[in-house]
């Protein structure tokens, strides 16, 4: 090619380069980028399912934060693309609360502001050395998870939900890193894949200078499929037991009704369960999801009986009746009920003469076909919160009386359950080597609650499978599918497989590499039959946790301790902030 026809060419790919970088940081580019991450990302994640779109999600927001001036810009800038993505993902929170949603979002929305003002601050995403490409996707990388980790984690519990690692699920050979780094590792894959990506863009797609960057995130590729499949190609189960789960489908209101009365929810359930047992006959373990049943320990009955008021009376009778079925269905059957129901203890009558229980629990009954109901129980420990009670009781009173103004409840009572003991992680015994945990409701996004359920003692796992119990009936569309795949890394991570009973669905079963079958719809009423197989192998997860996220948190807060560093040095001298 002649000279003049070269340098004529180098300059026109300059001008277009000059008027992409200007169309990147006008206003509209960085609006239009942000859009096409968060539908990407959108798309990714469950019902829709289209994990390959996750791949790249991250890339148009990683070219907006380098594209802006400042890290105070691409935190402001991220934020606006993290309240997008939530919204465009839990928007269904609206149906309980409006305000909630709201100040939520702007909440999440943090956490991306944090992750923007790090790698913009700490010049992650700049031109640079080959060698210091291939760090800057590991940084990056560890910056995104470590992030995802500390929502996860805080305020108020953390709220686990729309992980990277989440849209995974379909493909399973890449999550089954999760027995030893949780699902913060595959996010960490996921990330840097993004990172190298959008470094060889930012690069002018010069492939000299993007190798590097490539080599890392192929030899992460590498590493976690080959290691996924495996593990998938491992024969490490035993046949368990047969468990039958009920799916009611009554909706849920925001104060607690169900939209049908005790009895009707309770004749649904047996007769339910009756034709589940006529059609399988060797089932072991029937499964009643979350808050189904009123209170069923005596003392609630036995309070209300000593009001000697005719309705009370009534009342009482009524869950001591539903007691004695459940214990006779147990015996004449032969077969374990595990029930969700509500306890309640120490009642008061407050000042507008309203009866209310001071102790009262989102709880899991235990009948067996020997004893009826067990002594055994297990009480919610980590509750929901603004859910199941409202945070600054104590702790900020202004801030707490501001919550329950915006909620459906009138009384504070309305607002508070008890949580039940740290410690107490109530392990059932359907039989020696058929032994369960049964997270209730969101305890099963908690990762680290169901990693101590499971921690091994003697160097055999507390319990062999996952029962949990949940009533979605508050939410709408999008949040079942999500909960399910959110709920499937509990198995990868402690290679156990799960039986899921929910209200409105998705009830069903995942086996402990994360398959998930013999579903049930959301929105359908019905049961399903399926014999867990049950794995013998003892995870490094159950027994070391969150140290892969951890020590991404601490990479995150070692950059932006820099950034920071960067910033104040930059004050006297410009040259060092930019």
């Not at 049908?260 to 006959?281: K, N, P, V, Y």
């Not at 919610?380 to 702790?395: A, D, M, N, Q, T």
Request: aromatic share 12%; proline share 5%.
């Amino acid at each position: 090619m002649p000279r003049l026809l070269r340098d004529r060419t180098k300059a026109e790919d300059a001008a277009v380069s000059v008027e992409r970088r200007k169309l990147v940081e006008t206003f509209w580019g960085k609006v239009a980028l942000l859009f096409v991450a968060l539908l990407l990302f959108t798309l990714a994640f469950a019902p829709i399912k289209q994990f390959y779109l996750a791949w790249i999600a991250l890339v148009p927001w990683l070219i907006v934060v380098r594209h802006c001036r400042t890290p105070i810009t691409a935190a402001l800038w991220s934020w606006i693309g993290g309240v997008g993505f939530f919204i465009a993902n839990m928007w269904w929170l609206v149906f309980v609360t409006g305000p909630g949603m709201i100040a939520l979002m702007a909440l999440l929305g943090l956490y991306w502001a944090a992750a923007g003002a790090i790698i913009r601050g700490s010049r992650l995403l700049e031109a640079q050395t080959p060698a210091k490409s291939a760090l800057a996707v590991l940084a990056i990388a560890a910056v995104w998870t470590g992030l995802e980790w500390f929502r996860g984690t805080w305020p108020l519990g953390g709220l686990a939900w729309l992980y990277w690692g989440h849209t995974q699920s379909p493909l399973l050979a890449v999550c089954q890193i999760a027995d030893f780094a949780g699902v913060f590792g595959i996010s960490f894959w996921g990330a840097a894949v993004n990172a190298a990506i959008a470094l060889h863009l930012l690069n002018r797609r010069k492939v000299k200078s993007s190798l590097p960057a490539f080599a890392v995130a192929g030899a992460l590729t590498v590493f976690v499929v080959g290691y996924g499949l495996f593990r998938l190609l491992q024969q490490t189960t035993s046949p368990g037991p047969t468990v039958l789960v009920v799916q009611p489908n009554y909706p849920q209101s925001n104060d607690g009704r169900k939209g049908a009365s005790d009895q009707e929810i309770l004749d649904f359930h047996l007769r339910m369960t009756m034709r589940g047992l006529r059609s399988h006959a060797d089932v072991d373990l029937v499964i009643w999801s979350e808050t189904m049943m009123p209170p069923l320990n005596p003392d609630a009955a036995a309070y209300w009986e000593s009001l000697q008021m005719p309705q009370a009376d009534k009342m009482a009778r009524q869950w001591l009746e539903t007691d004695r079925q459940l214990a006779a269905l147990s015996r004449r059957k032969n077969v374990s009920l595990l029930i969700g129901g509500r306890y309640e203890a120490n009642h008061k009558i407050t000042a507008d003469d309203f009866i209310v229980a001071e102790d009262e629990r989102n709880s899991a009954y235990w009948y067996t076909p020997t004893g009826g109901r067990s002594a055994q129980r297990y009480d919610k420990i980590h509750l929901v919160p603004f859910g199941e009670y409202l945070p600054f009781r104590s702790g900020f009173p202004p801030l707490y009386r501001l919550f329950l103004s915006l909620s459906p409840y009138k009384r504070a009572e309305d607002f508070t359950l008890t949580p039940g003991d740290a410690d107490a992680m109530t392990v059932f015994e359907l039989k020696p080597g058929w032994r369960f945990v049964t997270p209730i409701c969101f305890e099963d996004i908690d990762a680290n609650l169901v990693r101590k359920m499971f921690q091994p003692v003697d160097g055999r796992k507390r319990a062999d499978f996952i029962v949990n119990l949940t009533n979605d009936g508050w939410f709408e569309f999008n949040e079942m599918p999500q909960h399910l795949q959110a709920a499937t890394f509990r198995s990868i991570e402690n290679r156990v497989p799960t039986a899921r009973s929910v209200n409105t669905g998705i009830s069903g079963f995942i086996d402990s590499n994360g398959r998930q079958h013999d579903l049930l719809g959301a929105g359908v009423e019905g049961t399903s039959v399926a014999t867990l197989s049950l794995d013998s192998r003892v995870t490094i997860y159950s027994r070391v946790g969150d140290i892969f996220a951890m020590a991404c948190a601490a990479v995150a807060a070692g950059l932006a301790i820099i950034s920071l560093g960067r910033w104040w040095l930059g004050r006297s001298n410009p040259a060092v902030a930019h």
